[in-house]
């Protein structure tokens, strides 16, 4: 019978695990972050609260009486181990929790020409007792990895405060301690090693534990995560000290409420160093629990998310260049439009004043002949060109002995409207120097003006426009 319950935990242990599960956080049975009774490398994020209220059911074996007389059965005395527990846990920091677990407990076993200790304590024929355990204040410091890393460890260490109930052998009455590490390992694995001194009772020496567990969570849907464990106890000294223990749970944990943090928590366990007793106890406990915990995202799920923001970010940025694109499209129209109506108001200008100038000169008594120099930036030096321009005009005011010339000089925008007045007659000047100087011109027969940046042949915002408007117009009005 007992081969067969066996055979049936490892099947559904087995069934339960298939590959790419993520780590199950929450409450343990005594506080700290874990699997059911396993601690792994995780802890609690900063800020966040953990709660669990659990009934656990264990089977254990009495200490032997220290020399005493020997049992008329070869098999050992087994007790029922139940416990009600409830624990909060706190993230101090990103990698460190506390936790504090209040326990009930009682211990159940009947059994004539039986006599033992448990937790220092005498029994004999019958163990019944109930009440208060020693409150659990743990603490656990994750070393490395963390929920986002594919492996993490974390070390604990807890005190049992006496504050049990010793008269009913529920604890030994003194103050307890111990320390561990805790791992997870890959998609799903929980591994913890540590030790366990529960204090020593009055006049008896209890042994110390060694303990050991290994756990895999496997994730079967959003909402399910099917967790089997081994966990052994080893005991070492004390004036007695029952059988190790090595408890296999197997079962399941149900994730609710908002984000799934709230969880229901079921397991069947099974001692399996007593499956060879002959006796007819069938060393099968369980547990059934209330759990809230922040969940952790496994590493498959962080690469969904990542990818899928990447994705997004990606479209967000095509859908930037798109509309850069557009608006740099839409800005080139705009500029297009605005350079033709530029030139269509600059030909309509030009239009103008040569039409004005046409009728000027129909208009006008007198014939006349227009020249145009033109100067660099900045400057009213006569260039060669203008200096031939000049040779004509100057030609031309010899043959006319009774013409008179008008000479007016223009500047482009660059610079301040005093100082391109300024600019502009001094370009006037140099040209009315070079007649007189160089051609013998008589200076009374020439008028010099400055108009500036006034009347612009075209507009100054290119550069040709601005070369155009750098310039001196002379009139020769003939008669």
């Not at 003194?174 to 694995?189: E, H, K, N, Q, R």
């Not at 499956?275 to 209330?290: A, F, K, M, Q, R």
């Not at 002995?401 to 006037?428: E, F, H, K, P, W």
Request: charged share 25%; hydrophobic share 40%.
């Amino acid at each position: 019978m007992k081969t067969r319950i066996f055979i049936s935990l490892a099947v559904v242990a087995l069934l339960g695990a298939p590959l790419g599960a993520q780590q199950a956080s929450a409450p343990t049975v005594t506080g700290e972050t874990g699997l059911f009774t396993v601690l792994n490398g995780q802890t609690l994020p900063k800020g966040s609260w953990s709660f669990g209220l659990y009934y656990n059911n264990w089977d254990r074996l009495v200490s032997e009486v220290p020399g005493g007389v020997a049992e008329p059965f070869s098999d050992d005395w087994d007790y029922d181990w139940n416990r009600l527990s409830a624990s909060v846990g706190y993230g101090i920091s990103d990698r460190f929790e506390l936790s504090l677990m209040l326990p009930w407990e009682n211990y159940d076993a009947s059994d004539i020409n039986r006599e033992g200790f448990v937790n220092g304590h005498f029994f004999s024929e019958k163990i019944d007792g109930s009440g208060i355990g020693n409150v659990r204040l743990a603490g656990k410091y994750r070393v490395f990895g963390g929920p986002e890393a594919k492996n993490s460890m974390a070390i604990n260490a807890f005190v049992e405060l006496p504050t049990g109930d010793e008269d009913e052998g529920i604890v030994t009455g003194d103050t307890g301690f111990g320390v561990g590490a805790g791992w997870s390992l890959g998609p799903g694995w929980a591994l913890s090693v540590g030790y366990h001194d529960p204090g020593d009772a009055d006049h008896f020496d209890v042994a110390e534990e060694v303990l050991g567990g290994a756990g895999y969570a496997a994730r079967l849907n959003d909402r399910f995560d099917w967790i089997t464990e081994l966990a052994a106890t080893i005991y070492v000294g004390g004036d007695s000290s029952p059988d190790d223990m090595f408890d296999l749970t197997t079962g399941g944990r149900y994730w609710f409420g908002e984000g799934n943090q709230w969880a229901f928590n079921f397991g069947l366990r099974v001692e399996l160093s007593q499956l060879s007793d002959t006796d007819e106890h069938c060393p099968i406990g369980g547990l059934v629990g209330l759990t809230f915990f922040p969940r952790f995202k496994n590493i498959d799920q962080l690469a969904t998310e990542r990818e899928a923001a990447a994705a997004a970010a990606e479209a967000e940025r095509v859908a930037a260049e798109m509309a850069a694109k557009k608006a740099a499209e839409e800005e080139a129209a705009r500029k297009a439009a605005e350079e033709k109506r530029r030139a269509d108001e600059e030909a309509a200008r030009r239009a103008a004043e040569a039409e004005a100038a046409r009728r000027a000169a129909e208009a006008a008594p007198k014939p006349e002949v227009r020249e145009t120099i033109n100067f660099d930036s900045g400057s009213a030096r006569l260039s060669n060109i203008a200096k031939a321009k000049l040779d004509e005009v100057a030609l031309r005011l010899k043959q006319e002995s009774s013409s008179q010339a008008i000479v007016i000089g223009y500047t482009d925008s660059q610079g301040g409207a005093d100082a391109n007045r300024r600019l502009g007659m001094a370009r006037a000047e140099a040209a009315k120097k070079y007649l007189v100087t160089r051609h013998g011109i008589d200076p009374s027969r020439i008028t010099v003006e400055s108009r500036g940046e006034d009347d612009p042949a075209m507009a100054n915002d290119t550069a040709a426009g601005r070369k155009e408007n750098r310039r001196t117009v002379i009139i020769v009005r003939i008669g």
